[in-house]
């Protein structure tokens, strides 16, 4: 094939005939990518109309739950199987029945940068009444209406643009489960272990993706996960693996039927009529 002059050749590598080999000019690239910045902006304004849509929702739902179901919460949390491994510790479980809601406050010039709210009773524990984490946005964005996209929202890039704060806990004395269980490192000084789930607040990084969990995850479907009804509930893995087994074994049966009428005599044809 000849290279395509001031152009860009489509990628022909895969299989596809010469019969459907063709030009890709400076203009049809400069079109592509229009059309993609105009699908980008509409995934955009999309997202940012379902936060605006949803954030009053959610709020109406935490009210209305915390007094009702008072460890929805911390049943929640412990039912994501990936937040499980990270909440292990005896101690964090005990500190996290104190819990009594999550919040999510997202920042008026791009929703993408967030804020994580434990609210707390009192406890043994800390004296805060509330754990933040934050995701602080660094970019030169300002606060506009959900349909109103600018550049700076199309070029958002999270790890260019979301600032990952620290936040002091008021440990009380001796009861430091950060202190006790540190963050471990390796040699290379890449986070090896956890320790406590409360180095989650303390420290700035989140290398595990802990916020990430909670934000798209359980937060949106925190009844589901109280239940165990989760998407990433120890329960829907159970019933996948045992819905494949199923599958798996009806297929073998059928195979072997097949094989059984293979083997067996031909079935007379009925007459038409009779």
């Known amino acids: 094939m000849e290279a395509v002059a001031n152009g860009v050749k489509p990628d022909m590598t895969n299989g596809i005939p010469e019969s459907l080999d063709v030009d890709f000019g400076?203009?049809?690239e400069k079109l592509f990518n229009e059309l993609a910045r105009e699908a980008e902006i509409a995934n955009i304004k999309l997202e940012r109309l379902g936060y605006a849509t949803l954030d009053p929702i959610y709020k109406r739902r935490n009210q209305s739950l915390r007094e009702r179901i008072p460890k929805l919460?911390?049943?929640a949390l412990l039912n994501h199987t990936e937040l499980a491994i990270?909440?292990?510790m005896p101690d964090d479980m005990d500190a996290l029945s104190y819990l009594r809601t999550v919040d999510i406050t997202r920042d008026a010039r791009e929703p993408r940068a967030?804020?994580?709210d434990f609210e707390f009773d009192e406890n043994p524990y800390f004296d805060n009444k509330v754990l933040s984490k934050k995701f602080?946005?660094?970019g030169s964005a300002k606060a506009t209406p959900p349909e109103e996209?600018?550049?700076?929202?199309?070029?958002?890039?999270?790890?260019?643009?979301?600032?990952?704060e620290a936040f002091t806990i008021d440990w009380k004395e001796g009861k430091s489960l950060t202190k006790a269980h540190p963050r471990q490192l390796d040699t290379e000084g890449d986070p090896m272990e956890n320790g406590s789930f409360?180095?989650?607040?303390?420290e700035k990084e989140d290398p595990y993706g802990i916020a990430s969990i909670i934000v798209e995850h359980v937060y949106p479907d925190v009844m589901d996960y109280f239940l165990g009804k989760g998407e990433f509930c120890e329960n829907n893995d159970e019933e996948e693996e045992m819905e494949?087994?199923?599958?798996d074994d009806e297929e073998d049966e059928e195979d072997d039927d097949e094989e059984i009428d293979l083997e067996a005599p031909p079935k007379k044809r009925r007459r038409a009529g009779k």
Do not use: R
Request: glycine letters at 0%; charged letters at 20%.
């Open 26 to 28: 400076p203009e049809d």
């Open 73 to 75: 919460w911390p049943v």
């Open 86 to 88: 990270h909440l292990s």
């Open 114 to 116: 967030f804020q994580i």
């Open 136 to 138: 602080a946005y660094t």
């Open 149 to 164: 996209v600018t550049a700076e929202h199309i070029d958002f890039e999270p790890e260019h643009h979301l600032q990952a």
């Open 198 to 202: 409360f180095n989650f607040f303390e």
């Open 244 to 247: 494949d087994v199923t599958d």
